[in-house]
């Protein structure tokens, strides 16, 4: 993570404004100055759950809820070698599941929802997931979150991943003050083109995991800061900021 001191020495009140929501115009474009700053900070901006096929990606998305992807990681290698098909998880026992998975939270509730979602991909689609939201949203503990993150990269369809850190940083960014994920989507969707929609929720992402903490972000070491409204929320002294860089926060 490179410093910008250069770009943080400002005085709080100079920070940038947010727009106001009629401006559409100036909203898409102060959003797209954001977006090409991200692009230059985060090129290799990705998904950061290990995965070979789509049913591994869903599996390992199902997982990743109130649980770090570096945990799930940990969790999957061992799961999917005993489980590497659909009718596997459709036919397994949900104690076994449990076992495989108990570190990563609330595995009872998500051992059962992998294992129906499971049940149902083989009574309906073959065994093979779907390349479609309305399809993934239809499956048993798949919310549109997990389905955008699918479709994005397993499927090459674009797709907005709306998570704490994707709500956080736009919010703070001014592009919509909702908190509701599905009105968030819909108001960043006209924002950005279509086709950035899953390399805009990677750059979001790796930036609030690594810069925009939730508690304190790092302000003084931020790459956006000359654009961004919430500049001033966490330390602006570059030296300070960069003791909060370095570790990836899940928060």
């Known amino acids: ?7 943080v020495d400002m005085p709080r009140a100079a920070r940038p404004k947010a727009i106001d929501g009629a401006d559409m115009a100036a909203k898409r474009r102060a959003a ?5 700053v991200l692009t230059q900070e985060y090129p290799d901006a990705h998904c ?3 995965f070979e096929n789509p049913l591994q990606l869903l599996v390992a998305t199902m997982l990743s809820a109130q649980c770090t992807d570096r945990r799930v990681n940990l969790v999957t290698p061992g799961l999917f070698a005993r489980y590497p098909e659909a009718a596997d998880f459709a036919s397994a026992s949900q104690s076994d599941v449990e076992d495989f998975i ?3 939270g609330f595995f009872r509730m998500k ?17 093979d997931v779907p390349a479609s939201l ?5 499956l048993p503990g798949v919310g549109r979150k997990t389905a955008n993150v699918v479709l994005g990269n397993a499927f090459d369809v674009p797709g907005l991943t709306v998570d704490t850190h994707f709500g956080r940083l736009v919010r703070r960014f001014g592009w919509t003050t909702q908190s509701d994920p599905e009105k968030v989507e819909a108001e960043v969707a006209q924002l950005i083109p279509k086709k950035d929609w899953t390399h805009l929720s ?8 690594r810069v925009c903490h939730a508690r304190k972000p790092a302000c003084g070491a931020c790459p956006i800061a000359r654009l961004c409204p919430a500049f001033g929320t966490g330390p602006t002294d570059p030296e300070q900021a960069a003791r909060l860089l370095g570790s990836v926060s899940s928060a």
């Open 32 to 36: 797209r100055r954001i977006f090409a």
């Open 48 to 50: 950061e759950l290990d």
């Open 102 to 104: 108990r570190s990563t």
């Open 202 to 209: 990677h750059r979001l992402i790796w930036h609030g995991r």
């Open 134 to 138: 309305e399809a993934l949203t239809a």
């Open 111 to 127: 051992a059962a929802n992998i294992i129906a979602m499971a049940q149902v991909l083989c009574e309906k689609h073959g065994g």
């Open 1 to 7: 993570m490179r410093l910008h001191s250069t770009l």
